[in-house]
């Protein structure tokens, strides 16, 4: 099984719709990310928690929000969804703590979205 | 503002080729380097990284990366490609205290011709 799990792989919506992307993880790590990529652009962070009562906006937060339900829970909201919020979303998970495995990101596989 | 610049965006080399992928970045606190690979269709995947220490680290694969902190680099290297090394590669930057943000590089995208 993945460390790092992201629901749905693929989804297809519609505008002004609500969509929830969610991520788990058995890691045990604290610390979780929301990223988007896009063609060119790389990775950019949306929001990223370093535990459960801690949430921060990333550099393009501006039409979502997040939720941590849970340490191992970090799930991914539009509101209302519009077309340019199309791209490849990537949970990612580290550790804060230490040891050989801090600061080292573990990606899931990513959440394919389109919004028509 | 930070930001991590990754000059080559497309390569193209034939098997047996030597690769070299630039990395600078700006910031003049401490960091951890990173090297991320995605092949196609999957995530993201740790190639390689710096945390201090030797500045020539490697990874997985071959991958070779060296850190020059007077030219703010962190080049990617491998003397001799093969063609499942065809994928994404994205160079990253955290803050060695702080934030802790990672800020990504927009990657370079590698064909290795078979």
């Known amino acids: 099984d993945a460390d790092v799990t992201q629901t749905p792989r693929n989804r297809i919506t519609k505008t002004g719709k609500r969509i929830m992307l969610e991520c788990s993880q058995t890691?045990?790590?604290?610390?979780m990310y929301w990223y988007r990529q896009d063609p060119g652009l790389g990775l950019r962070l949306i929001y990223y928690?370093?535990?459960?009562?801690?949430?921060n906006k990333g550099e393009i937060s501006d039409g979502y929000s997040v939720s941590r339900q849970a340490q191992a829970k970090f799930s991914l909201s539009l509101e209302s969804a519009i077309p340019n919020q199309t791209a490849l979303y990537f949970c990612?998970?580290?550790?804060?703590?230490?040891?050989?495995?801090?600061?080292?990101?573990?990606f899931g596989a990513g959440t394919r979205l389109s919004v028509l | 503002a930070q930001s991590v610049s990754q000059h080559n965006h497309h390569v193209i080399l034939s098997e047996a080729a030597s690769l070299e992928l630039g990395c600078n970045y700006s910031?003049?606190?401490?960091?951890?380097l990173f090297w991320y690979v995605q092949y196609p269709g999957q995530h993201l995947q740790l190639l390689l990284k710096?945390?201090?220490?030797?500045?020539l680290v490697k990874g997985i694969k071959g991958f070779e990366a060296e850190f020059i902190k007077s030219k703010f680099s962190f080049n990617l290297r491998k003397p001799s490609v093969q063609w499942s090394d065809t994928a994404e590669y994205f160079c990253?930057?955290?803050?060695?205290?702080?934030?802790?943000?990672?800020?990504f590089g927009t990657g370079t995208r590698l064909k290795v011709l078979a």
């Open positions: 990253a930057v955290n803050q060695a205290s702080g934030t802790y943000k990672y800020i």
């Open positions: 890691k045990g790590h604290d610390r």
């Open positions: 710096y945390f201090s220490g030797d500045p």
């Open positions: 910031y003049g606190g401490t960091v951890n």
């Open positions: 928690s370093f535990d459960v009562k801690d949430i």
């Open positions: 990612a998970t580290s550790y804060g703590g230490l040891g050989s495995d801090k600061n080292i990101q573990y």
